[in-house]
């Protein structure tokens, strides 16, 4: 069961858009109408149903070549959705080279799932690496604010596309 759940991830991660959903000029342009309110709500959302859904996956490009690989946590902090991960890894490396980014998730009905889209931005704020540890304390065991390694990345232009095989879509953006 659990490699059928990863193929359908695998497979909704590289699905084809509509061609807007994935460009990060129209998700400026939305993003630019909508109120800083909005916005945080609608990043709380997305970052709840990330942690609902307790893995996500995540492409990124090497070269010409997609990549995907799971992560397992996002913050909100200071009005940015955060993820993390370790500067000597090549995803590190490919999310600076190119910030643009998908994240796929699915909640464990398997008939649910999110995809976001942006771009991601390192932030090098030492409270901000602080705070996100003090939240996901398993993760002290790997990463040190300060330690040079640890990377926190915050999204920008951001679309949220609620999908589900039952109901209608339903797309956000912050």
């Known amino acids: 069961m659990k490699h059928f759940l990863f193929l359908i991830v695998a497979l909704l991660a590289l699905c084809a858009c509509n061609s807007s959903h994935g460009n990060s000029t129209a998700a400026a342009t939305v993003n630019d109408t909508i109120d800083s309110k909005t916005k945080l709500s609608n990043m709380n959302e997305v970052q709840a149903y990330l942690k609902e859904c307790r893995a996500f996956f995540i492409a990124t490009t090497d070269g010409d070549q997609p990549r995907v690989r799971p992560f397992g946590v996002a913050e909100v902090i ?79 232009h951001a679309t949220a596309r609620f999908c589900s095989f039952t109901e209608q879509e339903r797309t956000v953006a912050f």
Not at 103 to 116: D, M, N, Q, V
């Open 78 to 156: 200071n009005d940015r959705l955060y993820i993390m991960t370790g500067k000597k890894k090549d995803v590190y490396k490919q999310m600076t080279a190119n910030g643009k980014f998908e994240i796929c998730a699915l909640k464990p009905s398997g008939t649910e799932w999110l995809r976001l889209s942006g771009d991601l931005v390192a932030d090098e704020t030492l409270a901000v690496k602080e705070e996100f540890l003090e939240r996901n304390p398993e993760l002290k065991s790997m990463y040190k604010a300060d330690d040079d390694n640890m990377a926190v990345l915050y999204i920008t």
